[in-house]
């Protein structure tokens, strides 16, 4: 048996190496009929979901924004689900890094053929509108890790819409949502990925041919980073500094060809390749990409807010500088809808585990409890619960106030833009950096049994928490947020009105201490007051600092900590504001026990935050050590209120097993079965003695090597 398996590998290519062994490493162990090995699902998670109080579904549909848009996700799940085989047969992880690239395209290609076949003729375009977020969920029953077509839906097609003018769209979006062409985002480079005003490649106008000369003048203006840029895309919109008669009119989007269409060789000039292993992302390709004088048809340049004509006048469309920054702006309100979802998934994960696992002893000599009895795992678990539905909530709330902008902004008003972006900027940057610490905290929660990539939480990890620093990294966004509050603050002072994110402002420069009542509303007035203290106390610093000599920028950048501290308040009370009434308003006709569930969390979310600001409630409210006692009180209540139902609550994400992908949150709770079973897929296990004891171990062992 061992000469077999060991033969195999030389005798056949990775892939089907792959495929043919993961056939017989069961019978390479001889443990095929290990009986042990049941099929019965687990009976503490049965016995949860009987003792779970409300409708499921009624949740599920809450969080879908209604019964017919989670009829409309079925169908669309159950579609690509039953196509083809979505799942690996021999884990990704365990594949080299050229295999794992190869079965993401193959995916790829699966999913795509899926969805345009059979999904598109149900739905039509809308699903890469409002049903993105369907197509992006069930995409995760394909791959664990990144498509390398992720890119291309997510920023190439959306430049391509809000940066091209009518007859540009209509000339490469039917090209690229046919994926007759792949493209992808080139904008950040090795010298630059935050100041992208300081970009070096450039794209220089010639009259003569009409073309641009794109080009990078040294290795930092090397493009780098880019998803899907190093193998898949033949395509890419290169962010470029934009020449034209002597002059730099700054950065701008061009449409370029990398790759030829049929043979898909690099075009002379251009230079593109895969930047090397990453923490995460590593079926995306992520690339570089350099120019020598490559040139590119005039209209190549994504000409919706500025022109370059053909004798290479430059004219400006758009009435806002930063309307070029509008992709950026797009993907961040796209992310909070991600990460609640990848947050959802993690937590569903470390609950159904933690309602399985059993350990230690609470009374000696009695049974093992169920770790999830602990409240320190209730305390670990339920917020992420409660952050999942806050952020849930507050994404569909923050696409509402994009799309409204957005329809503004097409008639020309702008007048809405520093709002958004301040916005859509801070909300990005906490709920990322939330979700990649809570997903660390269900990990932590799982035990060693976590730290396996079969569980699922490392992935997750690894993808979030690159999300913190993608699409502008979280201090950068939370500075820029800053600006805005800073500004609305001196606004405020002087008595001319605010905008709605900010009315809180009106109230607060009076000077009043805001006196503590522990009722939502009360909190999430705190809350707001907080953050006002911090704007407050950041303006005295800065003017403070500037009475001292200091210029405005040195007096900003000194006073850099305590703005983005109040930044984060901000956008914390926001958060906590709008996760409150969405859950109202979504709940005002559900059934009594539903509305109880969605209360308590909403509730857990403003107490656990709440206890974790304690120091800044007693600075700049009038909060006092009895009312922080009686928070503690409320939030240890409501642990155990929501304890019964916590499973419930997880099932009412709904995620079908080939989405959650994970031998600890599997539906039926065979959480050991399940890591055996993986465990048999490691190529390590596919012959009893690995050729490295021949070759080091005996000699070494035997004093011969
Ligand atoms: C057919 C089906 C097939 C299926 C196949 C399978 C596929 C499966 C998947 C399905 C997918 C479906 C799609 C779902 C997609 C969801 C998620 C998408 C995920 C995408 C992955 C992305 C990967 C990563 C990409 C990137 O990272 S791209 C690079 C991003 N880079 C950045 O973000 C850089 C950050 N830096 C900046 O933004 C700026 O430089 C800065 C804002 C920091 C500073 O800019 P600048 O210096 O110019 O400005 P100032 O600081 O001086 O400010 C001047 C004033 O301008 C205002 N300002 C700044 N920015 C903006 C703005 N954006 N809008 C408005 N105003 C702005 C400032 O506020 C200043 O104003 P003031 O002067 O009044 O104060
Ligand atoms: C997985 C992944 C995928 C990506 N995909 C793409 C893609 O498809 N296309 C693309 O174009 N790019 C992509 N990027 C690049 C990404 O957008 C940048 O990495 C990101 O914008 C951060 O920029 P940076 O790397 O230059 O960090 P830096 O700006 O160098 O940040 C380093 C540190 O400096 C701090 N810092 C920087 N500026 C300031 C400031 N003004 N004030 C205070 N602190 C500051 C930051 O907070 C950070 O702590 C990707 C990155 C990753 C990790």
């Known amino acids: 048996m061992g000469t077999r398996c060991e033969g195999l590998r030389d005798s056949l290519s990775p892939i089907a190496y792959y495929e043919e062994y993961s056939h017989f490493r069961l019978d390479c162990l001889k443990i095929d009929d290990n009986k042990e090995l049941s099929m019965s699902a687990n009976e503490d998670l049965a016995k949860e979901r009987a003792r779970c109080d409300f409708n499921v579904s009624e949740i599920t549909n809450i969080l879908d924004g209604g019964i017919e848009r989670t009829k409309q996700r079925k169908k669309i799940e159950s579609i690509a689900l039953s196509n083809g085989k979505c799942c690996d047969v021999t884990p990704e992880e365990t594949l080299g890094p050229k295999e794992r690239y190869e079965n993401a395209i193959r995916k790829s290609c699966l999913y795509t053929k899926i969805v345009k076949d059979q999904v598109l003729t149900l739905t039509g375009l809308e699903v890469l509108g409002s049903n993105s977020s369907v197509l992006r969920r069930t995409a995760d029953a394909f791959f664990k890790d990144i498509s390398p077509f992720l890119l291309h839906l997510g920023m190439f097609v959306p430049t391509i819409m809000g940066q091209g003018t009518p007859e ?8 690229a949502l046919d994926f007759q062409i792949i493209g992808t985002y080139a904008q950040t480079e090795l010298g630059h990925g935050t100041f992208i005003r300081g970009l070096e490649t ?10 641009f000369v794109i080009h990078s003048p040294r290795l930092t203006s090397y493009k780098w980073w880019a998803g899907g840029l190093g193998k898949t895309s033949n395509y890419c919109i290169v962010v470029a500094q934009l020449y034209t008669q002597g002059k730099c009119y700054g950065i701008h989007p061009f449409i370029v060809q990398i790759r030829d269409e049929d043979t898909h060789m690099p075009l002379p000039g251009v230079r593109v390749g895969e930047i090397g292993p990453r923490m995460g992302f590593n079926t995306a390709d992520n690339g570089f990409l350099g120019f020598d004088h490559y040139r590119i048809p005039r209209n190549h340049m994504l000409m919706k807010n500025s022109q370059v004509l053909k004798d290479g006048t430059y004219v400006k469309v758009a009435s806002h500088s930063k309307l070029t920054y509008g992709t950026m702006v797009f993907v961040r309100v796209m992310l909070v809808n991600e990460v609640a979802f990848n947050l959802a998934k993690a937590a569903t994960i470390a609950v159904r585990y933690s309602a399985v696992r059993r350990q230690s002893e609470k009374i000696s000599g009695e049974p093992e409890p169920q770790i999830i009895d602990y409240v320190t795992q209730q305390h670990k678990l339920f917020v992420c619960i409660a952050t999942a539905h806050a952020l849930q909530l507050s994404s569909n709330w923050l696409w509402k106030t994009f799309s409204a902008v957005l329809a503004d902004m097409r008639g020309g008003n702008t007048e809405n833009l520093p709002e958004l972006h301040a916005l859509s900027s801070c909300l990005k940057a906490l709920s990322t950096s939330d979700s990649a610490a809570l997903i660390e905290q269900c990990r932590l929660a799982c035990g060693g049994h976590g730290y396996m990539l079969s569980s699922n939480l490392p992935l997750l990890y690894s993808f979030v ?12 966004l939370l ?4 600006r805005f509050l800073i500004k609305a603050w001196e606004q405020a002072e002087s008595g001319n009105p605010v905008t709605p994110t900010v009315s809180y402002m009106e109230e607060a420069v009076v000077g009043n201490k805001y006196k503590w009542n522990g009722s939502a509303e009360g909190i999430i007035k705190a809350a ?6 911090k704007i407050s106390s950041s303006v005295t610093s800065i003017r403070k600092r500037m009475k001292n000599g200091k210029a405005f920028e040195d007096a900003w950048e000194l006073t850099g900590v305590q703005l983005v501290a109040a930044a984060e308040a901000h956008c ?5 504001d709008v996760y409150r009434k969405e859950t109202v308003r979504l709940t005002a006709n559900s059934s009594p026990n539903v509305k109880t569930v969605m209360d308590q969390l909403n509730m857990l979310y403003l107490s656990h935050w709440a206890l974790e600001r304690t120091g800044d409630l007693l600075r700049y409210t009038s909060t006092t050590e009895d009312d922080i006692i009686s928070c503690q009180q409320r939030y240890e209540e409501l642990l155990a209120a929501i304890r019964p139902n916590a499973v419930g609550l997880v099932d009412a994400f709904d995620f079908p097993d080939e989405i959650l992908q994970s031998t600890l949150g599997a539906y039926d709770g065979r959480v050991y079965e399940r890591l055996m079973e993986e465990a ?8 009893p003695v690995n050729r490295s004891f021949h070759q080091y171990l005996k000699p070494l062992m035997q004093g011969k090597l």
Not at 479 to 482: E, M, N, Y
Not at 680 to 687: D, F, M, T
């Open 168 to 175: 540009q769209q209509s000339y490469w979006l039917p090209r």
């Open 202 to 211: 450039t794209a220089t106008y010639d009259p003569d041919t009409e073309e």
């Open 465 to 476: 928490t690159a999300t913190r620093t993608y699409e502008g990294d979280y201090t950068v």
């Open 479 to 482: 500075l820029q947020t800053a």
């Open 528 to 533: 707001y007051y907080v953050a006002a203290g």
């Open 572 to 576: 914390r009370a926001v958060i906590c």
């Open 680 to 687: 048999l897929k490691s190529p390590l296990n596919a012959e």
